[in-house]
């Protein structure tokens, strides 16, 4: 049964509960992910994201809702045109490099020789042709988990769903891998991923839903999510010691010279900046808009209110 | 279908280019030598109860006409006979345990006939060691040197068997198909599975299984992985066969093959029996060997769980004495009936003769049963167990889950 909820829509989660026995862990939750999205799918761990993509990609049976995949609950007709990056990924070690690319593109519906270009193809992207014979268990970690985005991303596929894709990659491959991810979405790919990792979110997303404990806590682009946590936060590069004053404002973020100030409901930016002055603070440099989102973050997980 | 050839096909390649694949194949042969050295002490015993049985014999007819056993050794349950016919009919009707004839040219044919009742394979040579004592002790109290030759299985027991008024063949011949049955069953039922209860449990603890499951469908992985393993096994099978192909080839010229092979008996319905207990033997422990790698943690752990099962399986061989006495007593009627055992002791029943048209049919719509069942069980684990990365799925989310499904 096809539905047309959106013509733009690659995902869209309308109300979707899933309980283990009694326990519920994702509740009432509903979010679209739009055609040539990068979105954000965040939260604190435990918050029901990967039981969330695992009931969008059929892995778990949603209690109640819907999770539908290009209109459609998925099947695996669909597995072609998604990459699933899942957080608990592997390889087989004892399996060379090339064969595993070949495989999973195999099953992803590939004929043999596609499958062998588009590996190859591949592996010359990520610097690893040099290693095409080699058995998995002999590469390094951080050439294990290109292998691992490989199998994702081998039938370059409409839709990318990554979860906590640059767990565990040092800051290079980090960079590498937040560069291929803007290639596909450049191409076309809607993107779908999980993170902890704010100032990337920040870098690559759009548009994002916030869970806590299981229930929707923000959702939204990521201007929109952000202004609802005001426009005056001061971003200062400064040099000294900022002094604390809870009546003035409030510090989110404060190291290496960087400090994220909002001011409270009786004070204004330029009262705060002022009170730095007066207190031997050097201001480098300032800007004045929205908090940044791991203060947005921290501020959702801390509340009650959410 | 392509799931399935793609996945069957990776998993034959990744096993036989294994080291290890080929030498437990080669080592195969070795092991199959030691399980006989262990079971030697069953099988001792086996030969004991024949022995005892001869000796337990109620009626022995001798049929003597030129006296060449002398009168002092006839006693009972031995009894002369002159009239050869009635004779052989007391052993048809079954009122007489057995017929010795003693022809009157023995020096020359040093041959004795025996007529018998089959009470099955082990009924074969029964009473040899009674005639060869007998006739060891009539030379001995006849001093006479021309008879020496007859001695220490000199002479030539020719037997010939009746069952239910019937005469019947009891050959070698007509093990040779069950033999290889049993050969085929022990490769794929224990050898094969449990390369799939490695590859199972490499699945999960790999942490591949999430990422198979958005490509493909779990029954796909499984037969996929079952059809792989399948063709393991008749790799292994062809391997077995074609070096035994060779040790006979080769060794032909010194030594007698003690079986005619022209003689096989290939019987199209006992050959459709046997393949349908080793294909569902096969299966119901594929089944168990899912459900025990979905639901452990690690295969080290899956491997040491799987062995109560493995154990439970070969349990009939343990009281294989008793199966070949008393095909069709209580003990083998009711592991006739269990699970894990059913396709193992039905086919030695059959190979016994012990089995009815009606226990086959109502056996084998059991066993299909156990089998649809055992995958039924096994899937819903696989579903339930495929996800626990760190933990053993418990008794009671077993319990409950399948509960919950089936309502």
């Known amino acids: 049964m096809r539905y047309n909820y959106h013509v733009e829509s690659v995902i869209h989660v309308k109300n979707l509960v899933k309980s283990f026995g009694k326990t519920p862990v994702v509740k009432d939750l509903s979010f679209d992910v739009n055609k040539g999205d990068v979105f954000a799918f965040l939260g604190a761990n435990g918050s029901g994201k990967t039981t969330t993509i695992r009931c969008l990609l059929d892995i778990l049976q949603p209690t109640r809702g819907s999770a539908l995949i290009f209109g459609n609950k998925f099947d695996l007709a669909l597995a072609s045109r998604i990459g699933y990056l899942p957080e608990e990924r592997g390889l087989y070690t004892n399996a060379q490099v090339m064969e595993t690319l070949v495989y999973f593109a195999q099953l992803k519906g590939m004929t043999t020789a596609d499958a062998k270009q588009k590996a190859l193809k591949y592996l010359d992207r990520v610097e690893l042709s040099a290693h095409h014979a080699t058995e998995i268990k002999k590469l390094s970690s951080g050439q294990q988990q290109k292998i691992q985005l490989g199998i994702t991303l081998i039938n370059a596929p409409d839709l990318l769903i990554l979860d906590e894709p640059t767990k565990g990659l040092d800051p290079v491959n980090r960079s590498l891998l937040m560069e291929l991810l803007d290639e596909l979405n450049e191409n076309g790919a809607t993107i779908v991923f999980v993170s902890h990792q704010m100032d990337e979110v920040e870098k690559i997303a759009n548009r994002l839903v916030m869970i806590k404990n299981g229930s929707q806590a923000l959702y939204g682009s990521l201007q929109e999510v952000k202004k609802q946590f005001g426009t005056n936060t001061i971003h200062i590069t400064y040099q000294g010691e900022i002094p604390s004053n809870d009546a003035m404002y409030r510090s989110s973020s404060i190291e290496n010279n960087v400090a994220e100030l909002t001011p409270t409901s009786e004070t204004s930016t330029n009262d705060v900046i002022s009170h730095l002055i007066q207190h031997n603070v050097i201001i480098n440099d300032f800007t004045i808009g929205t908090p940044s989102l791991q203060d947005v973050f921290v501020k959702v997980m801390k509340s009650e209110q959410y | ?407």
């Open chain 2, 1 to 407: 279908m392509n799931h399935i050839y793609l996945i069957a096909q990776r998993e034959y390649i990744r096993t036989v280019r294994k080291p290890i694949f080929w030498i437990s194949t080669l080592l195969l042969p070795t092991f199959i030598i030691l399980v006989s050295f262990v079971s030697g002490y069953s099988a001792d015993q086996a030969e004991k109860s024949i022995q005892e049985e001869a000796q337990n014999a109620q009626s022995i007819l001798l049929y003597d006409p030129l006296t060449f056993i002398p009168e002092a050794f006839v006693i009972d349950p031995l009894e002369k006979v002159q009239d050869i016919d009635e004779a052989k009919s007391k052993i048809i009707d079954g009122s007489a345990d057995a017929l010795f004839i003693i022809p009157e040219d023995i020096t020359t044919t040093k041959k004795v006939e025996v007529y018998t009742q089959d009470t099955g394979v082990m009924s074969l040579g029964k009473f040899d060691p009674v005639v060869q004592s007998l006739i060891g002790a009539s030379v001995a109290s006849q001093l006479d040197p021309q008879l020496q030759p007859l001695i220490g299985g000199g002479v030539t027991i020719e037997s010939t068997y009746y069952k239910n008024g019937d005469r019947t063949e009891i050959s070698l011949e007509k093990y040779v198909i069950p033999l290889a049955a049993f050969a085929l069953y022990f490769l794929l039922v224990f050898m094969a599975n449990n390369f799939l209860l490695t590859s199972v449990s490499e699945e999960k603890e790999n942490r591949m299984i999430e990422i198979m499951f958005s490509i493909v469908e779990r029954k796909s992985l499984i037969w996929g992985k079952i059809v792989g393993i399948t063709l393991i096994a008749f790799t292994q099978i062809a391997v077995l066969v074609s070096a035994t192909a060779l040790i006979i080839y080769f060794s032909t010229s010194n030594f007698d093959i003690p079986i005619d092979l022209t003689k096989i008996v290939f019987d199209p319905v006992n050959i459709s029996l046997y393949l349908f207990y080793i294909l569902s033997g096969f299966l119901i422990i594929a089944s168990v060997m899912v459900g025990v790698g979905s639901v452990m943690p690690t295969y080290k752990e899956a491997q040491s769980f799987s062995s109560i099962f493995i154990i439970a399986s070969i349990f009939p061989m343990y009281f294989f004495s008793i199966l070949l006495q008393e095909p069709t007593g209580t003990i083998s009627q009711i592991v006739s009936y269990f699970p894990l055992t059913a396709p193992m002791v039905l086919a030695a029943r059959l190979t016994l003769d012990a089995l009815t048209a009606t226990e086959i049919v109502v056996s084998s719509a059991l066993v299909i049963l156990y089998v649809i069942g055992g995958f039924y069980v096994a899937f819903k684990l696989f579903e339930l167990g495929s996800l626990e990365y760190n933990n053993k799925v418990s008794f009671d989310s077993i319990k409950e889950y399948l509960i919950k499904k089936s309502n």
